[in-house]
C-alpha cells in the first residue's frame, strides 16, 4: 500500500499560530495498569479531537485549525507493548558530543504536540487529555510556542526554507512500506532550545547572516564563501552519498520576555530517525553557531502511530 497521509496523525503539515508540547513520563506503576490506561487513552484521544473540531468550527464555514501529534518514546513502547514488534527505527536516543558542544538527552513516555489558530482549543485538548492520564503520569516538560511575525523563527529569520513543499512534505515524514506494519507512522524528535537574545541581538545583520547563511530580510541564501564554516544552513545540511536528505521542521518559538526565558522548540518530523540523527550529528561535529548562544534543553525521539495503528491500540492488538 503506498503512503497515506489521510491515515496519518498531524506531522507533516499546518505548524499553528498556538502551540502546546507536553512530555509525560509514566508514574511508577503496575505494567498492566499502565498499558490498560493507554489503551483507553488511545480511544479516547481521537473521539476528544474530533468533538473539539466540531466545537473550533469557524464562523464562515471553514473547517478547525486544530492539528494534534501523540507520540511514544522507545522506552513507552518496550514498557507498554513487550511481546509487540515496535518501529524498526525507535530507540532511546542517546545523545551527541561534539568537539565543542553537545546535545542532552532526556527522559520522556509520551509526547504531545497540539497547535491551532485558537490557543483556548489548544488548551482545552491538552486539558481534556491530561484528565486520562494525570493519575498516571508525570509532567516532564510543558512549553507553549507561538508563530512570530512572518513565521520567523524568534532570531529574526525565515525557519523552515529547505524543508520540502508542502505537496511533497508526506513522503518525507511517513514511514513507508519499507516498515509495513507501521506504516503512515512518523519518528518526531523534540528538542528545547533557550537563546542568549541579548549574545545575538547585539551581533551586526551581517554577522547574524553569515551565521545563519541567509539574507534576514530577503531570506536569499548565502554564497559559500560568505557564510561562517559553521553556519546553521551548512551546518544542519546531511547529505550521506552526495544525496541531501530533508525532513519535515516545524519549529516555534516560545518566550517568556519578562524573565528573559526564550528560545526555540526544534520540532522534526522524519520518515526515517537516521536523516534526523544525521543532520544532528553534523551540527554538533561542525559546532553550529547557533549552538554558540543556546543551551539545549531536552532531546527525545517519540515514535507516532498512524491513527490506524492508534485504534489497533484501542482494540488491544498491541501487548
Known amino acids: 500500500m503506498p503512503i497515506n497521509p489521510k491515515v496519518a496523525q498531524d506531522v507533516w503539515k499546518d505548524i499553528g499560530q498556538s502551540v502546546q508540547f507536553t512530555v509525560l513520563k509514566f508514574k511508577d506503576l503496575p505494567q498492566a495498569d499502565l498499558h490498560d490506561a493507554i489503551v483507553d487513552f488511545a480511544d479516547r484521544s481521537q473521539a476528544i479531537i474530533r468533538s473539539l473540531r466540531i466545537r473550533d468550527g469557524q464562523n464562515d464555514g ?10 511514544f518514546s522507545n522506552h513507552a513502547w518496550e514498557l507498554l507493548f513487550p511481546k509487540s514488534a515496535k518501529p524498526k527505527e525507535l530507540e532511546t536516543f542517546a545523545g551527541m558530543k561534539g568537539p565543542k558542544y553537545g546535545m542532552p538527552a532526556t527522559e520522556g513516555d509520551i509526547f504531545f504536540h497540539i497547535r491551532a489558530n485558537n490557543q483556548a482549543i489548544v488548551v482545552e485538548a491538552q486539558t481534556q487529555f491530561m484528565k486520562f492520564l494525570k493519575d498516571f503520569t508525570e509532567v516532564v ?11 520567523r523563527a524568534i532570531i529574526g529569520f525565515i525557519d523552515g526554507t529547505e524543508a520540502p513543499a508542502p505537496e511533497d512534505s508526506a513522503d518525507y515524514a511517513l514511514i513507508g512500506d519499507e516498515d509495513a506494519a507501521f506504516e503512515n507512522g512518523s519518528y518526531a524528535f523534540a528538542q ?24 534576514k530580510f530577503s531570506d536569499l541564501e548565502l554564497e559559500d564563501d560568505e557564510k561562517y564554516e559553521n553556519a546553521h544552513n551548512v551546518a544542519s545540511k546531511y547529505e550521506p552519498n552526495g544525496v541531501e536528505q530533508k525532513i519535515i521542521r516545524m519549529n516555534v518559538p516560545y518566550s517568556d520576555p519578562a524573565t528573559g526565558n526564550t528560545g526555540t522548540y526544534f520540532m522534526g518530523y522524519a520518515r526515517h530517525w537516521e536523516v534526523t540523527k544525521g543532520m544532528l550529528q553534523n551540527m554538533v561535529d561542525k559546532s553550529d553557531f547557533l549552538l554558540t548562544f543556546s543551551e539545549l534543553l531536552s532531546g ?4 507516532i502511530p498512524s491513527r490506524d495503528t492508534l485504534a489497533q491500540i484501542a482494540d488491544g492488538d498491541f501487548d
Do not use: C
Open 62 to 71: 471553514s473547517p478547525s485549525t486544530l492539528k494534534v501529534a501523540i507520540g
Open 141 to 151: 516538560d510543558s512549553t507553549q510556542g507561538f508563530r512570530y511575525f512572518e513565521g
Open 192 to 215: 528545547k532550545w533557550r537563546h542568549n537574545m541579548d549574545f545575538w541581538n547585539k551581533m551586526k545583520t551581517e554577522h547574524q547572516e553569515k551565521a545563519v547563511g541567509r539574507e
Open 300 to 303: 527525545q525521539l517519540f515514535f
